[in-house]
């Protein structure tokens, strides 16, 4: 391996110039810049925490490149909410509610604002209090 690499090397140093690499590489790092403008649609986890009850939802998204890069590794993936913010219904489990996929697509959507949830997928179960 140690010799493939050093072969690697030396045809490198022989056939281009290091000015060559170093263009090569900015075009290749502003090709991506560039690429990063246009408008994707993907699918994403968004943690959710609701009473302290944290769960993970599969949302499609939306939105230019470098909005979809910041949320999946810079901005904080993690949307906290009140019971009141989205509309639950009880469900056949005791102890449990069913969270409605319209009411928390709104309310994660008006939390990230620049990106476009287009659905979300499955959502577990959230235990309720009982009075």
Known sequence: MKRLILYIK???????????????????????????????????????????????????????????????????NRVVLRPTDVEMKPSDSVGFAVITPASLQNAISVRKADIKIVSVGAIPLVPVERK
Request: hydrophobic residues 45%; charged residues 15%; proline residues 4%.
């Open 10 to 76: 030396i045809l490198l140093r022989k056939y281009s110039s290091p000015v060559f690499l170093m263009l090569l590489f900015s075009s290749f790092i502003l090709w991506y810049v560039t690429k990063l403008s246009y408008t994707y649609t993907t699918e994403m986890p968004v943690r959710v925490s609701i009473n302290g009850e944290e769960f993970d939802v599969p949302c499609v998204v939306e939105g230019a490149g470098y909005r979809l890069f910041a949320h999946r590794y810079y901005v904080s």
